[in-house]
C-alpha cells in the first residue's frame, strides 16, 4: 500500500510542481463545478474571493489529469488536517507514512503547519472541559489564560465558570491583555500536559487571547459568572472593562431578543435616535425591529431616515450605542433577556 501511495504521491507532484497554491484552488473550483464551488465559495473572505475569481477567469483548458491531481492533493491535505485533529502531528505523520510514504508525509505536514497554522493544545479542543479542569485548576492563571485562549469559547466558558471566583476575573483580565506568545513558552505549557498533548507549537509567533477572545467567552458563561468578572474588571482595569462592555453587546445582537423585549426597548428610544441608528443597520435587523412597531410609526421612521439625507457614520454609531446602553440596563434590571445560547438563558 505504501508503495502505490508513494507512486501516487510522486506522480501528483510531478503534475503540479509548477502550479502555485492560487492556481491550485482555481483548478480545484473549476473541477468540482458550479454547485459545489459555490458552497466552498460562502466560507471565504471577500478578497480570498476577488482573487480566486480572478485566476479562474484567467485559468485556460486544464487537462484532466491536472484535475485529478489536484483533487487528490486536496483530499491529502483534508485527510492530514483530520488527523491533526484526532491524535495531534505524530499520529497525523505516522497515518501519512504508511499511506504516502515518509518524504510525502512530511511535505504535507510541513504545508499543513506552515500555511494552515495548526493551532497548539489542538488535541485538547476534544477533552471534556471537566477533565481538563482537574489538569489546569490548579496552574498560575497565566497558564491557565494561554490555554483557555486556544479552546473554544464553550470549553472555556465551562472551565472559566468552575474556576474560584478570585480567579475567574484575574485569567480574563489575562486573556483580554495577552498579544503574541512565543513558541518556547507555548512548548513549556504544553509539557505539563505532556501525557495529553501533542506538540504543535509552529515556528512562527503565534496570535491568542485578546479583548475578542474574553468577549466570546463572557457571552458564553453564565450571568453570574459575567456580572462578577466584569465589576471585578471594573475596579482593577476600568479601560479594559469599559472595552469589552462596548463589544459584549452590538447593535446588530438586537436579533438576540425576543418580539416582547425588542418592544419593551424601542419604549426607551426616540424616534429621532432610532432613525438615525437604522441609518446603516442591514435589512434583518431593519425588518425585526419594524414588525415589532405600528405601521404609523413604521411610515414616521422610514421617512425621517429618507429625508435626513446623509449621516456621518460617528452619529450613527453613537446612536446604535445608546440604544444598546437601553438594552443593557433594561437586562441588569431584569425585565429583558438576551439569548446567548446558555441552557441558563431558556425562559419558560
Known sequence: MAANGTSTASSTNALLADYNGLQKSAILMIALGPERSSKLFAHLKEEEIENLTLEIANTKSVDQATKDAVIEDFYT???????????????????????????????????????????????????????????????????????????????????????????????????????????????????????????????????????????????????????????????????????????MFVFEDILLLDDRSIQRVLREVENSELAIALKSANDEVQETIFKNMSSRLVSMIKEDMEFMGPVRMKDVEEAQQKIVNIIRKLEDTGEIVISRGGGDEIVV
Open 77 to 247: 491535505l483534508c485527510l492530514a488536517q483530520q488527523y491533526i485533529a484526532e491524535g495531534g502531528i505524530g499520529y497525523a505523520k505516522e497515518l501519512l507514512e504508511k499511506a504516502l510514504g515518509p518524504e510525502h508525509a512530511m511535505n504535507v505536514i510541513g504545508r499543513l503547519t506552515a500555511s494552515l497554522q495548526v493551532r497548539p493544545f489542538e488535541f485538547v479542543r476534544k477533552v471534556d472541559p471537566s477533565q481538563l479542569l482537574n489538569f489546569i485548576q490548579d496552574e498560575h492563571p497565566q497558564t491557565i489564560a494561554l490555554i483557555l485562549s486556544y479552546l473554544s469559547a464553550n470549553q472555556s466558558a465551562q472551565i472559566i465558570g468552575a474556576l474560584p471566583p478570585d480567579k475567574q476575573a484575574d485569567v480574563a483580565k489575562r486573556i483580554a491583555m495577552m498579544d503574541r506568545t512565543s513558541p518556547e513558552i507555548i512548548q513549556e505549557v504544553e509539557r505539563i500536559l505532556e501525557k495529553k498533548l501533542a506538540s504543535l507549537a509552529n515556528q512562527d509567533f503565534t496570535i491568542a487571547g485578546g479583548v475578542d477572545a474574553v468577549v466570546e467567552i463572557l457571552n458564553t458563561v453564565d450571568r453570574a459568572t459575567e456580572k462578577h468578572i466584569l465589576e471585578t474588571l471594573e475596579i482593577e482595569e476600568p479601560e479594559l472593562a469599559d472595552e469589552i462592555r462596548k463589544k
